[in-house]
């Protein structure tokens, strides 16, 4: 146990290395550590304040909600409670504490704000189920980007039920309004181009990236973003990109022969990334560190990241007949 | 050589020099008018789809224009290259390349109604089927011997052929592309989406008026009798009208004298006077010019309610004011002036040339349509669309198609965030 977000801190430097070339290790080393953050966060706050007025759920989003974190990670998480609003500022102070200590643990600030001390992730669960039916009737770019964002959320700390409850209400909202699911597609429906005409490895452009490959937004995404249409389609409320080939693989055969591929990428990033120094880098794969095979290896990875959601994406606009 | 010979051929080639160079106030109008984020690209793409429109013109254009043929298309000269002159008249080359100029001016104003949302190849694959399927076919149809020219149709420098042609095009694209986003609200309303520089905007105007001398002034083919000098005139007092028009209507609507709109008079004055510079008197340039601000303002405002997002106002400064300028033949043209056709209702020639000039804008402008609708709708379908992902087109055309912004100490790329 650890009383300190400091003691935490020594202890992620300290141990990160030995998990950092396998996925599940890393990984559930990530949820301990952000868990025991929550811990001395509470205990802060209890201390202070008292008791949690009603209860709650903290729950991670981003990578971390879909089990994905690589050796580096910002934060993305919130809180839901059962209670009226005039309780929200007990949480919001929580959120504010778990944030700050993250960020001492060695979790990035969120830029986009996607944090507990952000009244827009810290609400009851009624006002969540509103937050999301607003969003899906706005159907704007954004409102679908934050809706995705909620949907790929993963309780840590609480009852698992509250989250639950707001994603099926989700579900049914989308079910009486199917033309739902095709603005959702169109959401994703960009994916960074990773290979050129004439097959060769197209490294970013952009300042401080340039010669590198950024995985995330040109491997990992396609995976990601296929994964979960299918999942808000069939009602699935894993977040894990993983549990969602494996929940949807009888709904869906066709996933079946990309999971490997997704795995694979999985390994593939750990294997080049666990040295990387911060979280801008850990998403960068600079080109000329890769042997021919590997080189080879990617571009298979990114082909099928592109077919898996075409095919998704396909499947989805078939069904509803578009 | 003889000297009138010679004289002429200069004349058409600075002429087409300053047609060209209309090109420069395209980029600068369509720059200006849009946002920051697709100012690289909507210049990039502009030079660009000139190179395509200058190569398809050479293989396929002008002979399918001006080949021998019959009344509905040409069919020789194709890879024009013809060194011989005549020794009177233009040279061919002259003649070429002041076509190939006019060519590239109707496709950048189609490509208006692509404007902030189309993807790059398309832009590619249009210019190609454009230039070889809908411009020549209504240029043969009125310049290059072609059935309404037969039909005494008067269109001096192209109010129909240049202009209502590439708005006929932005119609259908802007229709098939729809509305940017942000553009319309749930309830139906819309929302201004205002171009990030209007100096460059009314650069552009003033770049593609002085450009305009050689547009209308050049269709005289010749120095003789320095007539040129009238259409200069004609076509100077209908664009001062234009934008007068415009703005007076604009303040006396909204109460405020709106700079967009002015400055798009200015342009409907020129697009108007096009089809008529050649036939009309400089009192009827002042109405022609007027009526044509005038028409652009309510013309933009008719779009915009029927929720079709013309981001330019290419459809109304081109196309409703191109048909006007068109019809405005059939009650200006006079009896001294009508080389080709009859003259004007307002000068006894009853309705028989207004009714010729309808007949033209319908033909030319139906065509245009229907053709552009079908290119673009199987272009849509087989390149899974054909406006860039939405994602792409909130972060700016700039970077998505082209890698760099046209602003990059203004603007950052914005990281993609798939989820948080």
């Known amino acids: 146990m650890f009383n300190t977000y400091e003691g935490l801190k020594q202890w992620r430097k300290d141990t990160i290395r030995s998990v950092a070339d396998d996925h599940f290790q890393l990984n559930a080393f990530h949820d301990q550590l952000m868990y025991q953050t929550v811990t001395i966060a509470m205990d802060k706050i209890e201390r202070e304040q008292g008791n949690p007025p009603a209860p709650f759920a903290f729950f991670v989003m981003g990578s971390a909600g879909r089990f994905e974190q690589s050796v580096w990670s910002d934060q993305d998480h919130g809180i839901v409670f059962d209670g009226n609003e005039n309780v929200q500022h007990y949480f919001l102070n929580l959120g504010e504490e778990v944030s700050r200590g993250l960020a001492v643990v060695g979790y990035e600030w969120c830029e986009g704000q996607v944090m507990a001390s952000n009244p827009m992730w810290c609400r009851s669960t009624v006002s969540f189920q509103a937050q999301n039916s607003d969003w899906l009737d706005e159907a704007s770019w954004q409102s679908l980007r934050n809706f995705s964002i909620l949907f790929d959320s993963r309780v840590l700390y609480g009852k698992e039920e509250l989250l639950e409850r707001v994603k099926h209400e989700a579900f049914s909202r989308l079910e009486k309004h199917p033309s739902l699911y095709a603005r959702l597609v169109d959401n994703f429906e960009f994916i960074k181009k990773g290979v050129g005409v004439f097959g060769q490895l197209l490294p970013d452009q952009r300042q401080g990236m340039k010669g590198d490959i950024h995985l995330k937004e040109t491997a990992y995404f396609p995976y990601v973003n296929a994964l979960r249409i299918l999942a808000l389609r069939s009602g699935t409320t894993a977040a894990p990109t993983i549990s969602r080939f494996e929940a949807l693989k009888d709904t869906y055969p066709f996933i079946v022969e990309y999971e490997k591929d997704f795995r694979h990428l999985l390994d593939f990033r750990l294997r080049f990334r666990q040295g990387a120094e911060n979280y801008e880098k850990v998403h960068l794969l600079p080109i000329d560190h890769l042997s021919k095979e590997e080189k080879l290896e990617l571009k298979y990875l990114i082909k099928r990241g592109k077919q898996l959601f075409a095919k998704s994406k396909s499947i989805v606009r078939k069904e509803l007949k578009l | 050589m003889d000297a009138t010979f010679l004289m002429n051929n200069l004349w058409i080639v600075v002429c087409t020099v300053l047609v060209l160079l209309m090109q420069g106030g395209f980029i600068l109008l369509e720059a200006g008018s849009t946002r920051m984020k697709n100012a690289g690209h909507i210049a990039g793409k502009t030079v660009f789809t000139v190179g395509i429109v200058s190569l398809v013109f050479w293989a396929v254009g002008y002979g399918l224009i001006y080949g021998e043929g019959n009344a509905f298309i040409g069919f020789s000269n194709f890879f024009y290259g013809d060194a011989t002159t005549m020794g009177e008249g233009l040279a061919g080359s002259v003649d070429f390349m002041f076509q190939l100029a006019f060519a590239a001016i109707a496709m950048t104003i189609a490509f208006g109604g692509f404007a902030e949302r189309a993807k790059l190849i398309g832009y590619v694959i249009f210019a190609i089927l454009f230039s070889i399927v809908i411009y020549p076919v209504i240029a043969h149809w009125i310049w290059g011997g072609g059935w309404l020219g037969e039909h005494g149709k008067q269109d001096f420098a192209g109010s129909t052929v240049v202009h209502l042609t590439g708005a006929a095009a932005a119609l259908a694209a802007t229709m098939i592309l729809k509305p940017r986003i942000g553009k319309y609200n749930k309830d139906g309303s819309s929302n201004e989406i205002a171009g990030h520089n209007q100096v460059f905007t009314a650069l552009g105007v003033l770049l593609l008026w002085v450009g305009w001398f050689g547009f209308n002034a050049g269709s005289t ?134 009714g010729v000039q309808l007949l033209g804008v319908v033909a030319c402008g139906l065509y245009a349509f229907i053709v552009s609708w079908i290119i673009l709708k199987v272009m849509d379908k087989a390149m899974g669309g054909l406006r860039v992902t939405e994602e792409e087109e909130i972060m700016g055309l700039d970077i998505s198609e082209h890698g760099g912004y046209g602003y990059p100490e203004n603007l950052t790329r914005p990281e993609s965030k798939s989820g948080a």
């Not at chain 2, 009827?284 to 981001?311: E, H, N, T, Y």
């Not at chain 2, 006007?324 to 043209?333: D, H, I, M, V």
């Not at chain 2, 001294?336 to 004007?344: C, F, K, Q, S, Y």
């Open chain 2, 221 to 354: 083919f010749g120095v003789e009798d320095a007539f040129f000098g009238y259409v200069a005139l004609n076509t100077q007092l209908a664009a001062g009208a234009g934008a007068i028009g415009a703005m007076l209507m604009v303040w006396a609507v909204t109460g405020k004298a709106d700079v967009p709109t002015t400055l798009n008079g200015a342009l409907a004055g020129l697009v108007a006077i096009t089809a008529s510079c050649a036939f009309v008197e400089p009192w009827a340039a002042v109405i022609i010019g007027l009526v044509g601000g005038a028409f652009v303002f309510f013309s933009m405002r008719f779009f915009d309610k029927r929720k079709i997002d013309d981001p330019i106002f290419a459809l109304s400064v081109h196309g409703t004011v191109g048909i006007w300028g068109t019809l405005s033949n059939g009650l200006f043209a006079t009896p001294e002036l009508a080389t080709v056709g009859r003259p004007g209702l307002f000068y006894g020639g009853g309705f028989e040339q207004l």
